[in-house]
């Protein structure tokens, strides 16, 4: 690649103070001007005053560690403090394996948010969604200040095969659901799936930028290529980013030499960077799609921005998270680490794409529940766009920064089929649970099949699937309604053959059937058989 040179928080006033001892660390690791070292000689003051005069015994340590988070929370919604083992567990994340229930998670006032539930894993079998609040674990209350990501962790991660009781709060329901999970080896593949949705298009789905992201992608592209795709869908819903360098290498693939991708600017003009394409990359006259909704964020926002800037694909579904602040990571000497915000970066336009924070982490949080309240997930004129901050791409199409990448062909989200039965049965894990149920009740005729097609030509009618299924959430406590249950078949009987065939033939069976029910899917394909996705695009 071608780089040209370029809360209201309520903690006690001690607290804070010693909060600020940080900047003793970070004395250790950069140069002193005279208000540093001015700082340095006040902080050293107030913890030699806490240690000799103050009435308790106190622990310095365990003051710095509660409260360096806050101290950076003033600062903007991604700066953040790694303990040492935090540190561990989010490089895990993106590099290896461990063993645990498959979800990532933010603390918000003191409450365990799921922020995402990892494909395949060990939570998603049993129903957990993104958006779930995590009260209890193990009948124990798991809020408030004690919970600190280390504790979460700790209580969350296990031996495989051992289990944990989780107990949820839904925004949707009043009621504690109670989800007993069983602790498994985390998938950590980026690639979910990839598979030929007709004679000349392929789909990829990518659920993070990791570390090996790229390797895994071109290998999807260069297979769908063998079967014949000229054109692809790109599926980055849900996709929380990660390595900005994976997002840089895989839009590389589609364009010609010498296109912007993405620029960073810092206070420091060591952090400001240009990134162009090499033009080496060698799908650069396939059509592409890429799929986006509001939990698509930082890499996958670059991806997006850098294909739609250079009308170099069409950008299909949701407004997306609005994340474009670029983080450096700091290790401190006791292997902690603090990854703090450097530069923001702009799409090929010029646009910076990040939501405002001003108003604090709390509104900035929920930022993306609003969306659902003010309808802009339902309709397109409900959409948040600042007109203020307006840039053209490459042929001259008017593109919007300020707020997530704003979509070429926005997709309504469906609620077709959403019932209160439904969201009764999904709120308790039974489609989940069911599938997993038939896969362990015909095991044997399921071996035997070689792939979810062939499932498909042998499973029962959907009208048996859906009678059986009845039977078993009514066993489960959730009487059958079948006014209601007639109003969501289908979504019950697609989803039910995606996930058997997920459990039985992995993610790779998943999406092929799930996908033709997918509103945004089928109306990606639908642009790209209109050669609306075409170089440069068409309006």
Not at 98 to 118: A, C, H, K, Q, R
Not at 190 to 206: C, F, L, P, Q, R
Not at 448 to 477: C, H, I, Q, R, W
Request: net charge negative.
């Amino acid at each position: 690649m071608n780089k040209k040179p370029t809360k209201e928080l309520f903690w006690i006033p001690i607290a804070i103070a010693v909060a600020m001892a940080v900047g003793l660390f970070f004395g250790l690791r950069f140069p002193h001007d005279n208000k540093v070292a001015e700082n340095d000689r006040k902080l050293n003051a107030i913890l030699n005053l806490i240690a000799q005069d103050y009435v308790d015994n106190t622990n310095l340590n365990d003051l710095i560690e509660l409260s360096i988070p806050e101290i950076l929370g003033y600062l903007d919604p991604h700066t953040s403090y790694f303990t040492a083992e935090d540190l561990q567990a989010a490089t895990d994340d993106l590099n290896g394996t461990f063993s645990g229930i498959g979800i990532s998670f933010v603390m918000v006032n003191d409450t365990i948010g799921v922020v995402e539930v990892l494909s395949g894993g060990p939570s998603e079998k049993v129903g957990l969604m993104a958006g779930d609040q995590i009260i209890t674990i193990d009948d124990s209350i798991a809020t408030g200040s004690k919970m600190t990501n280390a504790e979460v962790m700790k209580r969350l991660r296990g031996a495989k095969g051992t289990k944990v009781k989780l107990g949820i709060k839904r925004q949707n329901t009043k009621k504690t659901l109670t989800f007993t999970v069983t602790r498994g080896d985390i998938p950590v593949n980026s690639v979910d799936a990839y598979y030929m949705i007709d004679k000349i298009t392929g789909y990829i789905k990518v659920n993070q930028f990791g570390r090996h992201t790229y390797d895994e992608f071109i290998t999807a592209l260069a297979g769908l290529a063998d079967e014949g795709a000229e054109r692809y869908i790109i599926d980055l819903r849900s996709n929380g980013g990660g390595f900005m360098e994976m997002a840089v290498l895989m839009v590389n693939e589609f364009l010609p030499a010498d296109q912007p991708i993405v620029f960073t600017k810092g206070r420091d003009s060591q952090d400001d960077s240009e990134v162009w394409s090499d033009g080496n990359g060698s799908f650069q006259d396939a059509e592409v799609a890429v799929l986006i909704d509001e939990f698509s964020a930082s890499a996958s926002e670059i991806f997006a921005g850098a294909l739609q800037d250079n009308d170099r694909g069409l950008i299909v579904g949701c407004r997306s998270f609005g994340k474009g602040l670029v983080q450096k990571e700091y290790v401190l000497p006791d292997q902690s680490a603090i990854r703090l915000t450097t530069a923001r970066y702009y799409t090929p336009s010029g646009r910076c794409i990040q939501k405002d924070y001003k108003e604090g982490m709390l509104n900035y949080e929920k930022e993306v529940l609003e969306r659902y309240l003010n309808g802009e997930l339902y309709s397109r004129d409900s959409m948040k766009i600042d007109k203020n901050q307006v840039f053209t791409t490459l042929f001259g199409r008017t593109v919007y920064g300020g707020g997530g990448i704003v979509p070429d062909l926005f997709v309504a989200r469906d609620t077709t089929g959403i019932t209160s039965y439904y969201i009764d049965v999904a709120n308790a894990g039974l489609l989940q649970r069911y599938a997993f149920n038939y896969c362990n009740n015909h095991r044997s005729s399921l071996s035997k099949m070689e792939d979810y097609t062939e499932f498909l030509s042998t499973v029962p009618s959907d009208e048996a699937l859906l009678k059986d299924f009845a039977d078993f959430a009514a066993s489960n406590g959730i009487a059958p309604r079948w006014y209601y249950i007639n109003l969501s078949s289908d979504l019950i009987v697609t989803n039910l053959k995606a996930l058997i065939a997920r459990d039985t033939f992995g993610s790779q069976a998943f999406y092929p059937i799930l996908n033709r029910k997918d509103n945004t899917v089928l109306a990606a394909l639908k642009a790209l058989n209109q050669h609306k996705a075409a170089y440069p695009i068409r309006d």
